[in-house]
């Protein structure tokens, strides 16, 4: 497995590792990492931790719903850049929070809202957040072909939170990033194997919690090893 080492504020690819920069290093800048897991083929990912609020977010942006129950967390901040979508959405059932659903909307100015349901608090397991995924960066995937942006950029960035890590989510927090990293290599490799240009080069982990952030910082390096 790729060992990495620390290259203003970038992990690469290394033939040894260095130690990390401390904590106070981590929460003043964003993290990259690359890659998180090695790639089957194709494009290696690169994945990046950072620090700091959803509302600063361009690219594209994945994050999870449980089914009926009330829009909170990052949830609720992503409801607010949507003009309510998601609370209208609720409202009027059709919201995407049951477990194997997604929904992709669009947002102004910025890259589009990807919806992963993730049942009733506490039933998400890893393997169905892998599942999620896949098909939610599929469906990103169709979005940004069908939008002809593909044409010019196949190559993707995407942002996540944390999915189904903290509160009721049921998954510790190396379990989320493991599960939505893999989900991502799923759905590249399925748009590799349909002969598909468009790929997720590039993933962003998103956390406002400067605890939490260091901490996913810390998984990502273990996957790379």
């Known amino acids: 497995a790729p060992s990495a080492v620390v290259e203003r504020g970038r992990l690469r690819p290394a033939a040894q590792r260095v130690e ?48 009926g129950t009330p829009i909170g967390g990052a949830e609720r901040v992503l409801d607010g850049l949507l003009g309510r979508a998601l609370a209208n959405r609720l409202a009027l059932g059709q919201l995407a929070g049951q477990l194997g659903t997604v929904d992709v909307i669009n947002r102004i100015d910025a890259g589009p809202a990807v919806i992963i349901g993730m049942g009733d608090p506490g039933e998400l397991s890893a393997s169905e957040l892998t599942a999620g995924v896949t098909k939610g960066i599929l469906r990103l995937a169709l979005t940004h072909q069908e939008s002809g942006r593909a044409d010019d950029r196949p190559a993707m960035t995407v942002a996540t939170v944390l999915i189904g890590a903290g509160g009721s989510g049921g998954l510790t927090l190396p379990a989320s990033l493991t599960a939505i990293v893999n989900g991502v290599h799923r759905a590249n490799r399925s748009l590799d194997d349909c002969d598909q240009e468009v790929r997720v080069e590039a993933l962003q982990v998103v956390e406002v919690y400067e605890d939490r952030a260091i901490e996913a910082a810390t998984a990502a390096i273990e996957l790379s090893e």
């Open 20 to 67: 990390f920069p401390s904590d106070t290093d981590l929460a003043e800048s964003a993290l990259e990492i690359a890659p998180a897991v090695p790639e089957q083929r194709g494009t290696p990912l690169l994945l990046s931790v950072i620090h700091g609020d959803l509302r600063h977010v361009t690219a594209p942006l994945m994050v999870g719903v449980y089914d």
